[in-house]
């Protein structure tokens, strides 16, 4: 399967997430922990990006699927996700399959922890 480079929000056709565009010519992203800012929370650096407002990513790398995206543990939280440790984004290896046991969400469905068998990514290693 070719990939194609767009952008962190769209969804591919068959529903596996697209790899994350860095088109900003410098391979860095801004930090989904702050936002952007270097402070977290206000008048503290961020402990994810340094206080930069910036991260690095191994490509190719997708959207974190357990918190989709947004690097904190729940809405409105200051703890950092357990699975892209703030980021908002994970690195990857291709071919990719959706996870057969969270079905692409990234929680375990019993228990609302990272799933298991892709570690909290939503997608899995597929045979290629």
């Not at 922990?33 to 270097?38: E, V």
């Not at 904190?72 to 399959?97: A, I, N, Q, W």
């Not at 079905?103 to 570690?119: F, Y």
Request: charged letters at 25%; proline letters at 5%.
């Amino acid at each position: 399967m070719e990939w194609k480079w767009s952008s962190v929000d769209n969804i591919a056709s068959d529903n596996l997430p697209e790899r994350v565009s860095i088109s900003n010519g410098n391979d860095k992203l801004d930090c989904a922990f702050c936002g952007g800012k270097g402070e977290k929370p206000k008048g503290s650096r961020c402990s994810v990006c340094g206080g930069s407002g910036k991260i690095s990513l191994q490509q190719p790398a997708i959207k974190c699927a357990y918190c989709k995206g947004t690097g904190k543990d729940k809405p409105r939280s200051h703890l950092t996700c357990t699975v892209c440790k703030g980021k908002g984004y994970v690195s990857v290896r291709e071919p990719l399959e959706t996870c057969s046991k969270c079905r692409g969400k990234g929680v375990d469905p019993h228990n609302k922890l990272p799933c298991t068998r892709c570690a909290g990514k939503g997608v899995i290693t597929g045979k290629g």
